[in-house]
C-alpha cells in the first residue's frame, strides 16, 4: 500500500508511516501498543479534519476508490479505533479495567 494520500491531505502524511494499516486487527494491535500521548496526536491531527475528509471519500464508492483515497480512508478509520481511547478512557491504549486485550479477537 502507497503512503501517498489525496492532495489536500499532506499534512497527514505523517502518520501513514505507523498508521496506514490495512486490517482492524493491525490498527488495534498499533494502537494497544503506543503511547497515550501519541494516541493523544493522533485524535487532535485528524478530529479537525473528519469532515472534510468524509466529504472527500463521499464522492468514490468503495469499490471503485483510488489507492491514495484508500489510504485516506483507512487513516479515518485510525480516527474511529483510537477516538475511545482518548473520548473515554483518558488517553489509555486498553480499557481500564477491562478483559485482557489478548482475549478480544477481531473479525472482519
Known amino acids: 500500500m502507497s503512503n501517498h494520500l489525496p492532495a489536500g491531505f499532506e499534512a497527514l502524511e505523517f502518520l501513514t508511516d505507523k498508521w496506514l494499516l490495512e486490517t482492524e486487527n493491525e490498527r488495534h494491535r498499533t494502537r494497544l501498543a503506543s503511547e ?7 485524535y487532535d491531527t485528524l478530529l479537525p479534519r473528519m469532515e472534510e475528509i468524509c466529504d472527500f471519500l463521499d464522492q468514490y464508492p468503495l469499490s471503485d476508490m483510488p489507492w491514495a483515497a484508500h489510504n ?11 477516538s475511545p481511547s ?19 479477537i477481531i473479525h472482519c
Do not use: D, H, N, Y
Request: no cysteine; charged share 20%; net charge negative.
Open 86 to 104: 482518548i473520548e473515554m478512557f483518558g488517553g489509555s491504549p486498553s480499557v481500564p479495567f477491562g478483559f485482557e486485550p489478548e482475549r478480544w
Open 36 to 42: 497515550p500521548l501519541e494516541l493523544k496526536k493522533v
Open 72 to 82: 485516506l480512508m483507512t487513516l479515518a478509520l485510525v480516527f474511529m479505533e483510537v
